[in-house]
């Protein structure tokens, strides 16, 4: 990454996260090793692809019900394009429901555009390089772990004042550190109605995400079947948690360890999200655990019809302790939320 960018002035602190996440050619996400067991953290669908035969599954009824026979599906941060594999692989098994559909990816990063154009090879994607002017009636706009990898600013309040967090470098020790800055009225903050600063002391958001959503939003208005669906770890409070974490080899470490090898996440507040959508005339809302959600599409059963069908006892072990780590309340059950928006 551009180190001058870094360490010459002090940056807000999305700033910071953007630079070292996404920044081109050194960002984190223009780099291998980030996914696995051999990289930095694991995704559901790296855990099982049982987890994608459910999306599929979800997927497919949402539209059967409707009579639609011939729908889009948009993916939004594929990553190495593991979850895209395993839904494409499903549903083309329903051959009896004559089903037709196309997969469509939007990827920031240029690093895991080119991987998931391998990995997906001869399976008829299009990567989708403008969001605001992707339009597609019968269109599932979906996310697996998105918005966590948002860059996010801190603000807090202090004696009815409020301030920024911002990173520092000191160039005499090498050392970045934080400093809380007094922000003016014209902050974007300001803009931003929905949060209510005379309610809160502190808030974590993401200052892309109204943007975002705006654009996903207008693609869940385009057509009535249209619906947005995104996977993340998160909560539901008017109040925010300082969620900031830096994961490295599966363990948490602090935002300025080895710089561009270690994730930056945070967890999502998903009352905003809605927030944002209804402000976008999308009030058609449903919130649940992942524990629920799979469990709801029959994640139970498809693990009964599999455990039936393989013969060595290892596989039988290792598929029903992915599950239990996809939906047990201390494992990614709770944490993680299941998150629709349609009109
Ligand atoms: C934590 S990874 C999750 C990858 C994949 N969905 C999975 O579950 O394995 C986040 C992905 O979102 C991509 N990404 C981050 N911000 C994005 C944005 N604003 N638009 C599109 N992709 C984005 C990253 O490059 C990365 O591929």
């Not at 941060?77 to 494409?88: K, Q, S, V």
Request: glycine share 4%; aromatic share 14%.
């Amino acid at each position: 990454m551009n180190s001058n960018k870094l360490t010459k002035n002090k940056i807000t602190l999305d700033r910071y996260i953007n630079l070292v996440m996404y920044s081109k050619k050194t960002g984190y996400y223009e780099k291998d090793k980030v996914f696995g067991r051999k990289g930095d953290f694991v995704t559901s669908p790296y855990i099982s692809s049982i987890f994608g035969e459910i999306i599929s599954i979800w997927i497919t009824h949402h539209f059967t019900k409707r009579n639609v026979y011939n729908f889009n599906i948009f993916e939004i941060g594929a990553g190495e394009g593991l979850l895209a594999l395993d839904i494409i692989n499903t549903i083309h098994k329903f051959k009896s429901l004559n089903i037709n559909f196309k997969y469509f990816i939007y990827e920031k990063s240029k690093f895991y555009k080119k991987k998931q154009k391998i990995k997906l090879k001869g399976k008829n994607i299009v990567w989708v390089n403008d969001l605001s002017n992707f339009k597609k009636k019968n269109c599932i706009i979906l996310s697996n772990e998105l918005i966590d990898a948002f860059p996010v600013k801190h603000l807090m309040k202090e004696n009815n004042v409020w301030y920024e967090k911002y990173v520092r470098y000191n160039q005499e020790i090498k050392n970045f550190y934080l400093e809380n800055i007094k922000i003016n009225k014209d902050h974007e903050i300001y803009k931003k109605s929905y949060y209510p600063m005379n309610k809160l002391n502190f808030i974590e958001y993401e200052p892309d995400l109204e943007n975002f959503l705006k654009k996903v939003s207008n693609l869940v208005k385009y057509c009535k079947n249209n619906i947005f669906i995104t996977f993340d770890y998160g909560y539901n409070s008017i109040e925010f948690k300082n969620t900031l974490q830096a994961i490295n080899k599966h363990k948490k470490v602090k935002i300025f360890n080895d710089i561009g090898n270690s994730d930056i996440t945070h967890l999502v507040n998903f009352y905003y999200i809605k927030e944002i959508f209804k402000l976008n005339k999308v009030s058609n809302i449903t919130y649940q655990s992942q524990s629920n959600f799979l469990i709801n599409g029959g994640i139970k059963f498809r693990l009964q019809r599999i455990l039936k069908i393989l013969k060595n006892n290892k596989s039988k072990q290792k598929l029903k302790m992915s599950v239990k780590r996809l939906i047990s309340k201390d494992q990614m059950g709770s944490l993680f939320k299941v998150f629709t928006a349609k009109i």
